[in-house]
């Protein structure tokens, strides 16, 4: 299961990631799950980010099939959040995966977690080999590899974010 190397690395980063900005900024997060009437301190927030950014870093680095399903359910439940924001109609002003304010919940972020999920319970059923081991057989010393994952992260980043904003109906463009 080689082929799933780069896009396993590519979301477990993501993973840690969105739980490094959760524990940086858990306001955002706290207020979309309170939008949802779902438990929302910031204690609960940091140590939601906390869970996602050892396991996102711990799934990344050794590639073991127990800590890829759990970062798979970590995107099944963004997946369920994001769906039930979208459905409920709450005022869910962001979805707060990246402690940002203006990233609100859309179809995109919805099939985004999905696709993530589906991915990841895929490594889970075969033999990912860990990024140490990858980076070994590439060529270029993997500076190759590095890079395209590198502009992946920052790619779906980009569109879990910006392009999320850009797209949600209460978009509004700045003035000039």
């Known amino acids: 299961m ?17 739980g490094a900005f959760k524990l940086r900024r858990p306001a955002p997060t706290a207020g979309a799950l309170r939008a949802m009437s779902l438990p929302s301190g910031l204690l609960a927030v940091r140590a939601l980010g906390a869970f996602e950014l050892v396991v996102g870093t711990a799934s990344m680095l050794s590639a073991n099939r127990a800590l890829l399903a759990l970062s798979a359910a970590c995107y099944l439940a963004f997946a369920a959040f994001v769906a039930a924001a ?8 962001s979805c707060g995966c990246f402690g940002q304010p203006d990233t609100p919940p859309s179809r995109i972020h919805l099939a985004f977690d999905a696709v993530a999920a589906a991915v990841l319970i895929a490594a889970t059923a075969g033999e990912v080999p860990p990024p140490a081991s990858v980076l070994a057989d590439q060529p270029w010393a993997g500076v190759p590899f590095v890079v395209l994952t590198a502009t992946a992260l920052l790619l779906s980043y980009l569109v879990l974010t910006a392009l999320a904003a850009v797209l949600s109906p209460t978009h509004r463009p700045r003035a000039a």
């Not at 080689?2 to 477990?12: M, R, Y």
């Not at 979208?86 to 002003?93: I, K, R, T």
């Open 2 to 18: 080689e082929v799933l190397s780069g896009p396993v690395l590519v979301l477990t980063a993501l993973l840690a990631l969105a």
């Open 86 to 93: 979208l459905v409920s109609g709450a005022p869910v002003q």
